[in-house]
């Protein structure tokens, strides 16, 4: 826990078990597995209602009125640019959550594509996008860790469990 504190939900239990989990997650980041551990370590333990569609998972919130996206995809490292905002690798990672987004939206047409909101997870990078209303266009947000980058570590994956918890996805 180095320079910075951080709270964990208290789903996890102890800081113990949080690094327990954060230790699979970084597992299931190397091997590819990272939806099957959201699937079995956050959603299933959390009674989380979800779909699995392969190559994401769905959750429909009926309470906030939004579809959550998570999806895993292997992107180059975003630290390597100088601008977060004027990066090719972010162009792509948006492209590809676009074609989630446009995926979902047609399998399911309950609701508007601004209500659809994607986890985008990587080996290099825990990355929300979601739709701003008042200015019009997708908006990201990324996890950073301690270091202010944003390679993932168990400060950035506690943020992660902790909004999904805000988001009322999980307790």
Not at 9 to 33: A, C, I
Not at 76 to 84: A, G, S, T, V
Request: charged letters at 35%; aromatic letters at 18%.
């Amino acid at each position: 826990m180095d320079n910075k504190t951080y709270h964990i939900p208290k789903w996890v239990g102890n800081k113990e078990k949080f690094q327990e989990l954060y230790k699979e997650f970084k597992r299931s980041l190397s091997n590819g597995n990272t939806l099957k551990f959201l699937k079995e370590k956050i959603f299933e333990p959390n009674n989380v209602k979800y779909k699995d569609y392969g190559d994401y998972i769905e959750i429909i919130n009926t309470k906030d009125d939004k579809v959550y996206l998570f999806i895993y995809y292997d992107f180059d490292n975003i630290d390597e640019w100088d601008d977060l905002y004027d990066n090719p690798t972010i162009t792509d990672i948006l492209e590809y959550a676009d074609e989630k987004i446009d995926e979902a939206f047609e399998r399911n047409k309950i609701l508007e594509l601004e209500n659809y909101e994607i986890f985008v997870i990587g080996k290099n990078a825990i990355i929300n996008v979601s739709y701003n209303r008042y200015d019009y266009e997708w908006m990201v947000l990324y996890f950073f860790n301690k270091n202010k980058e944003c390679k993932p570590d168990d400060y950035s994956f506690a943020k992660f469990l902790r909004i999904l918890t805000k988001k009322g996805i999980i307790n």
